[in-house]
């Protein structure tokens, strides 16, 4: 069965700590990897990975796949309390998109 | 503001009735992507159309349907609704065919009661 965990669950950091969140997969026909942002309202994309090893980078944020491993990691550095919000994972496969629960973050000043 | 927008944004209606959900995705964008989001279940993919075709298939019921119409907007339609299907629906548009959705709309809000 295909599936999409992440972890950690959940997470409290202060201002200026780094995170790493973890996505790891087991699914057939991968095609890519998402990461996005949801904090009161609708999901933001970050970044998409399909490639491994190949770091993608934006600000404060970065993420990387490994398809040998089958996990990606997103980083945030120097947290601040506009980064707090559920971080989700999703992985496309051929005809299908898998989600996995989600690691809500909290960003205490 | 993503660009996407979507109808009504809360819906309360009861048991058995049905109800449609609409989406305008982004200008230019061709692909459209609806998902369910509910407290026990996260976020579900239910299906993708690209101009016009349906692309991907996810956990959508039989009671649901979609299609995507010439000016590329989409509508959902969900019927002989149950108490389970209260949830956030959303909509979410891209250029492309894959690599998943780009910007997702507001959220349609449904309840059933």
């Known amino acids: 069965e295909d599936k999409v965990v992440q972890s950690p669950l959940s997470l409290v950091v202060h201002e200026g700590d780094t995170v790493t969140l973890n996505c790891s997969y087991e699914v057939t026909n991968f095609r890519s990897l998402l990461w996005y942002k949801q904090e009161k309202k609708a999901p933001t994309f970050l970044f998409m990975l399909?490639?491994?090893?190949i770091e993608k980078k934006s600000g404060r944020l970065s993420s990387i796949l490994d398809k040998k491993e089958l996990f990606s990691i997103l980083n945030i550095t120097a947290t601040q309390t506009g980064d707090s919000a559920i971080y989700l994972c999703?992985?496309?496969?051929?005809?299908?998109?898998?989600f996995g629960t989600g690691t809500s973050l909290t960003v205490i000043p | 503001d993503s660009g996407v927008t979507q109808t009504p944004k809360h819906l309360i209606t009861a048991t058995g009735q049905r109800v449609t959900l609409r989406c305008s995705p982004r200008?230019?964008?061709?692909?459209v992507y609806w998902y369910q989001q509910s407290l026990d279940q996260g976020l579900q993919f239910l299906i993708q159309?690209?101009?016009?075709?349906?692309?991907a298939k996810g956990n959508i019921l039989e009671r649901f349907s979609a299609q995507q119409f010439p000016d590329l907007h989409s509508e959902l339609n969900l019927s002989s609704l149950e108490l389970g299907d209260s949830a956030l629906y959303f909509c979410a548009s891209s250029v492309g065919g894959s690599g998943g959705a780009g910007f997702f709309g507001p959220g349609t809000r449904l309840t059933v009661l």
């Open positions: 159309y690209y101009n016009g075709e349906e692309r």
């Open positions: 200008s230019g964008d061709l692909s």
């Open positions: 399909t490639s491994s090893g």
């Open positions: 999703a992985v496309e496969t051929g005809n299908q998109f898998y």
